[in-house]
């Protein structure tokens, strides 16, 4: 990470409690670690909205027998 910026944001305690213990973090990790998931998410949904629609140069049996 080049620059950080220092936010302020109000978040209920009992859901930071939660995100908390399934990070095993402190708050900053904790909010980069869910900001990081959110971002990853919207990859992830690109890539299933694509699914089927490459085509590959080779076929599945041509990689099994590179093995």
């Given amino acids: 990470m080049k620059t950080a910026r220092k936010i302020t944001v109000e978040i209920p305690h009992e859901l ?13 990790q904790t909010v980069r670690t869910g ?7 919207q990859a992830y949904a690109e ?9 590959f140069s080779r076929s599945a049996k041509s ?3 590179d093995r």
């Fill in 16 to 28: 930071l409690d939660k995100a908390r213990q399934a990070t095993g973090s402190g708050v900053t």
């Fill in 35 to 41: 900001l990081q998931l959110l971002a990853a998410s």
């Fill in 47 to 55: 890539l299933r909205r694509r699914r089927g629609t490459v085509r």
């Fill in 63 to 65: 990689l099994k027998n």
